[in-house]
């Protein structure tokens, strides 16, 4: 199971562009029927699109960023998101939210001894673990975060198991 984002963010714009383009043409065209001055006017509007020809700069200026836009979206639509439910080994439908997963590491990590606070960061293939720590000598803090965090997704058993990097920080410094 791999299941990805739905693409509201740009499903959003568009329906709303769309709905409001449709609100403003109905709204003109009731205001046309009942013979009630138009917020925009036809005539002006036909006029103007009228005098234009395919070579002008504003045809083509439109032109492209229509083109543009509806690249955009078909690229938001094609190009895969990051998942939001990760495989995991056993049942075929089982699986660990991104979100689940990324607690359940910061947890292992906070465990080691000399650890102060955590984050964790998946960045597709990859666990990135920071941890803060106390001690002015962080030698080995690294190791056995990483010792840690490798345990947990031992238990966890991900189809594909991520590699772990480490980084310490350390609020003090040696003197």
């Known amino acids: 199971m791999k299941r990805r ?7 959003t714009v568009t329906a709303l562009i769309l709905l409001a383009a ?7 065209a009731i205001q046309m029927l009942l013979q009630e001055p138009a917020w925009v006017n036809y005539d002006a509007v036909a006029g103007y699109v009228h005098g234009l020809r395919w070579t002008d700069t504003a045809v083509a200026a439109a032109g492209g960023v229509v083109a543009v836009l509806g690249l955009l979206l078909a690229f938001a639509a094609v190009v895969p998101g990051v998942p939001t439910v990760l495989p995991m080994q056993g049942t075929p439908n089982s699986g660990a939210s991104s979100r689940g997963l ?8 906070s465990t ?9 960061a998946l960045n597709g293939r990859r666990v990135k673990v920071h941890v803060n720590t106390g001690r002015t000598r962080p030698e080995g803090l690294a190791d056995a975060v990483r010792a840690a965090v490798a ?13 772990v990097s480490v980084r310490v920080h350390s609020s003090r410094k040696a003197s």
């Open 5 to 11: 984002p739905s693409r509201t963010i740009p499903a």
């Open 22 to 28: 449709a609100v403003l043409i109905a709204v003109v």
């Open 102 to 109: 990324r607690s359940t590491l910061r947890a292992a990590a």
């Open 112 to 120: 080691v001894d000399g650890v102060s606070g955590a984050t964790v």
């Open 151 to 163: 345990r947990r997704l031992d238990q966890i058993a991900p189809v594909a198991r991520p590699a």
